[in-house]
């Protein structure tokens, strides 16, 4: 069992609809969940991050952790053709721990957004 | 400019072949990455470094190699290129935070193939 799961999609939406993209993990030492969007032919970059549990909204996007569950989630708002892209989930232990600093990804889910 | 870059971009060898990618950053991080990138599984961690004279193996180090010329240079080596280590490959960087998680920063990307 892979320490981080996500459904690979592909999710195909229609514009202004919204998103969820989920990840399930089996680590109990990840405190620190983060989301990256990669464009086709670009590396990933930093979309949100959040530490332990709870919510966190920029904008149109919001991040959910729920510990107790060990289950992620990113909502996307009012999709739009421009958020088309890989979402990859990403987690790491706390500090101190053995994995400090390695970041944990799941597979990646392709999304696309229809005009 | 970009703050972390990657040479090649693409890259086309034979079987046996020798090969370095090289990563560069100007962000002034003294955390470096080499990540790998296949078809539904994602990333992975071939190797990291904490410090010029810190170097780790990741989960798939086996046929690669690495050198820290400077804190802020990472290259990576193929000393014989086969066609399973065909993938896209990723350099990334991050500031050591202390109690904090390691935010991760990514190149383009090199597009190797191996014949």
């Known amino acids: 069992q892979k320490e981080v799961e996500q459904d690979p999609g592909p999710l195909s939406v229609p514009e202004g609809a919204i998103v969820s993209l989920n990840c399930t993990y089996s680590n109990s030492a990840f405190q620190y969940f983060m989301w990256y969007r990669q464009y086709s032919r670009k590396g990933p970059e930093l979309l949100m991050y959040t530490y332990s549990s709870g919510n966190k909204e920029d904008g149109r996007f919001t991040a959910q952790v729920d510990k107790s569950s060990k289950y992620i989630s990113l909502f996307i708002r009012d999709s739009q053709p421009s958020d088309s892209a890989t979402y990859l989930c990403?987690?790491?232990?706390?500090?101190?721990?053995?994995?400090?600093?390695?970041?944990?990804f799941g597979q990646g889910t392709i999304l696309t957004v229809h005009p | 400019d970009a703050d972390v870059t990657q040479t090649p971009r693409n890259r086309i060898t034979k079987t046996g072949k020798r090969i370095m990618l090289e990563c560069s950053q100007t962000?002034?991080?003294?955390?470096m990455y080499w990540y790998r990138q296949d078809p539904g599984l994602g990333l992975r961690l071939i190797y990291y470094s904490f410090d010029v004279k810190d170097i780790n193996k990741g989960e798939i180090s086996d046929g690669y190699s690495v050198s820290r010329q400077a804190q802020a240079k990472f290259s990576l080596s193929l000393e014989s290129a086969i066609p399973n280590q065909t993938a896209l490959y990723f350099c990334?960087?991050?500031?050591?935070?202390?109690?904090?998680?390691?935010?991760?920063?990514f190149g383009p990307g090199t597009r190797l193939t191996v014949l």
């Open positions: 962000k002034g991080h003294d955390r």
């Open positions: 990334a960087t991050s500031a050591s935070v202390a109690g904090g998680s390691d935010t991760q920063y």
């Open positions: 990403a987690m790491s232990a706390n500090a101190g721990g053995t994995s400090y600093g390695k970041l944990t």
